[in-house]
């Protein structure tokens, strides 16, 4: 099996912004709606952001105007730029797929492997 492979979390002071990737490592990323959810331990897994594979986005109210979900096909990545970062956004981030295609593997309810966002001074 190919599976995405997540980056970019770390610890970052508030205000700062982050970067993180959900990448395939094949040609042939193909997906219906790709998102970013984040879970705090003790809670439930909350939706971040999605992007189509056409390129419309939605966010949750919390990170609307800091948060920005993008596409790169061409480099067979979704990311996440986040700014103006809060503690309140300290959680593990996880990129989703309802539907995705890597290279000859299909997969449904796809979820990557987390990383971890940590806002602290």
């Known amino acids: 099996q190919v599976h995405l492979v997540e980056s970019g979390g770390g610890l970052v002071q508030p205000g700062g912004s982050l970067r993180l990737s959900c990448a395939a490592p094949?040609?042939?990323?193909?997906?219906?709606?790709m998102d970013w959810y984040r879970q705090v331990p003790g809670k439930q897994r909350e939706l971040v952001a999605t992007i189509t594979f056409g390129g419309s986005t939605n966010y949750a109210n919390s990170v609307k105007g800091r948060f920005t979900i993008s596409k790169d096909t061409g480099k067979n990545t979704v990311y996440l730029q986040m700014n103006s970062l809060k503690p309140e956004d300290t959680a593990v981030y996880y990129c989703?797929?309802?539907?995705?295609?890597?290279?000859?593997?299909?997969?449904?309810?796809?979820w990557g492997q987390g990383t971890q966002v940590t806002v602290s001074s």
């Open positions: 989703h797929a309802d539907w995705l295609r890597v290279g000859a593997y299909v997969y449904s309810d796809y």
């Open positions: 094949v040609s042939g990323f193909v997906f219906n709606t």
